[in-house]
């Protein structure tokens, strides 16, 4: 069984940073994309970054220049260090993998999202 966990959310300022990380654990033979998503109350779950196995990277456009995705691979983590960040950054983030069990195709996990505030 696969999953996701994140961790590093909670309530900042504006112009703060928070980093956030995620944890893949189970019988992973391989991963390929992880990203970041986040959902804003009433509004929908938009991509925010992603970072392929070899290390491509694309961003919103709207966190371009403050927010930075990174992988650890021996740990099959992903982390998202985010920086200057705003009120309209307020959301719930989400870990995504793209996860190949033993014996299996890639399939889409998701994590149980952790809540960014900014708020003064």
């Known amino acids: 069984q696969v999953q996701l966990v994140e961790s590093g959310g909670g309530l900042v300022q504006p112009g703060g940073s928070l980093r956030l990380s995620c944890a893949a654990s189970?019988?992973?033979?391989?991963?390929?994309?992880m990203a970041w998503y986040r959902q804003a109350p009433g509004k929908q779950r938009e991509l925010v970054a992603a970072?392929?196995?070899?290390?491509?990277?694309n961003y919103a456009d709207s966190v371009k220049g403050r927010f930075t995705i990174s992988r650890g691979y021996a740990e099959n983590t992903v982390y998202l260090q985010m920086n200057s960040l705003k009120p309209e950054d307020t959301a719930v983030y989400y870990c995504n993998a793209a996860i190949a069990e033993y014996y299996s195709d890639y399939a889409d996990y998701w994590g149980q999202g952790t809540q960014v505030t900014v708020s003064s």
């Open positions: 970072i392929t196995s070899s290390g491509s990277t």
């Open positions: 189970g019988s992973i033979f391989s991963i390929a994309t």
